[in-house]
């Protein structure tokens, strides 16, 4: 897990805007969608032929190049990722209390998840909260969403909660992820906004697709201000 990690760690910083315009996922990968959206984010989903079925990884870029890398299983669980700003690797432990399920959201429209992420420097981060298919339906950039509902809390193993989030999000049932949507998170000093909506997606073929260069809302503020936390944007494929 860390050597393959690391591979994708050091190719994610090597295609970072200020070198390159395209993200060239790792050896033994294929890229399949971009997703440019709000708040100056563009994100390249890939897969890797090593890997389990149905996982799938990302890298997200801002302004300032690439700062998380993350992999998801096909039920959308947190696998691993990385945050590129402190480097700092966070891994589902295993045996989750309630893992999370893709599936069962999609049959029942609705799924709680209740499980612990174990990072590199020692700490750890117990994840609980649930999705809510609101019935919605939304088209962007010609692609049919399905909107969600979420609220989710993380804590410390001694029960200290870090952060609260709560909002929407959208999912692709074929692509089998979620997207950010507009939320609320607070870190400890009251709620605060944050929205990552997609904006355009880019598919082999089609202009835009493993771009490295964020489209939307980077002005000259936002591309000076640090990434924020990648848990603080989406559910299940986080930070």
């Known amino acids: 897990m ?22 060239t996922p790792p050896p033994g990968c294929t890229g399949f ?9 563009v994100s390249n989903h890939y897969r890797c032929t090593a890997d389990a079925p149905g996982d799938q990884w990302r890298v ?27 480097g ?25 998840y209740d499980f612990v992420q174990t990072g590199s420097d020692g700490r750890s981060m117990r994840i609980r909260g649930f999705d809510t ?3 919605r339906k939304v088209v962007v950039d010609g692609i049919e969403l399905e909107e969600t509902t979420f609220e989710l809390r993380e804590s410390l193993p001694d029960g200290t909660v870090q952060s609260t989030g709560r909002g ?7 692509w089998r992820m979620f997207l950010s949507g507009p939320s609320e998170w607070d870190v400890g000093a009251g709620f605060e906004p944050l929205d990552r909506s997609p904006v355009t997606f880019a598919q082999p073929g089609e202009r835009g697709f493993m771009s490295a260069k964020p489209d939307y809302d980077c002005d000259a ?7 924020p936390a990648p848990a603080q944007e989406t559910r299940h494929d986080p930070l």
């Open 2 to 23: 860390r050597a393959t990690a690391l591979l994708h760690v050091m190719l994610a910083a090597l295609a970072a805007p200020a070198a390159a315009q395209t993200f």
């Open 33 to 41: 969608l971009t997703v440019q959206a709000r708040g100056c984010k």
């Open 60 to 86: 997200d870029f801002n302004a300032d190049g690439p700062y998380f890398v993350s992999r998801i299983d096909r039920e959308t669980q947190w696998v691993f990722s990385v945050d590129l700003f402190d």
């Open 88 to 112: 700092v690797e966070q891994t589902l432990a295993p045996n989750p209390a309630d893992p999370a399920s893709f599936s069962g959201l999609l049959a029942t429209g609705t799924d709680t």
């Open 133 to 135: 298919l609101t019935g």
């Open 168 to 174: 929407h999000e959208y999912l692709h049932r074929g």
């Open 221 to 227: 503020q936002l591309a000076r201000s640090p990434a």
